[in-house]
């Protein structure tokens, strides 16, 4: 990871004579006194830029994307791929490079991240993670390693979750109890711990024996049996590969 940041980061950046950062098509000498980028500074992870996209701009091979965050906005460089206005996207944690001038686009940015490309969840399972195109996490579906047999929670609003997913349209908005085994976690994705409950319902063919629950501080481990709260969201878009048929939000922990 840090070796592929930083092939990136050097292919993609020269040092202008001028002590500002330029594009490739700059000159290819060092000023006096500028010290190299190294493996070890370009694998200085940072953050995971997200945002709502205001502005996406293609050059040279690469696309330079303006993020908007709480009022912030944040300039992020990727190679070369599709970007909307409006899109939701969060990135790879990558270099910041101060005034790095871009030739091609006649532009100096006074900060900009270059990252590999839109961020995958940081993974902590035991279990075997597949692709899927599936409902759920259309980036992935776990398969337990074993049999997974947790009993209902119990009240008027607790439900399995196979009946979460058939049920889906009526629950959309709505607030839902759910109890079981956890089976995945990421943790500090766009700002959210990622959750995956099975409870054993749900057809694991289809992909509806898996439920991804975000919370905004409360966590769990691999194995935790939990039962968590929260509200039900149904065609779940976050941009980046964050797809979801139906997915539960705003989400506690019930202890």
Known sequence: MRRLIFLLVAGFLTIS???????????????????????????????????????????????????KKGGKKTWVAVPEMKVTVGQQMVFKPGQEMKDFTSKTLNRTFASIIFSEGPAAPQENTGNKVESAKAPGSKAAVVTSA?????????????????????????????????????????????????????????????GTQDLVVTTAADTAAVGDIVTVKGTVYKDKDFGAGYTYDVIMEEATIQH
């Open 146 to 206: 074993g049999r997974i047999s947790v009993e209902k929670a119990a009240g008027p609003d607790a439900y399995t979750v196979g009946e979460v997913y058939a049920k889906r349209t009526s629950l959309n908005g709505k607030a839902v109890v759910v109890k079981g085994k956890v089976v995945k976690v990421s943790k500090g994705i766009m700002g959210k711990n990622w959750i995956h409950l099975q409870d054993g319902t749900g057809d694991s063919g289809k």
């Open 17 to 67: 004579a001028s002590g500002a950062y330029s594009d490739p098509q700059g000159e290819k000498s060092l000023p006096p006194k500028q010290t190299p980028l190294t493996e070890e500074k370009a694998g200085t992870m940072g953050h995971f830029p997200s945002g709502k996209v205001v502005e996406p701009m293609n050059a040279g091979g690469y696309t330079y994307v303006c993020l």
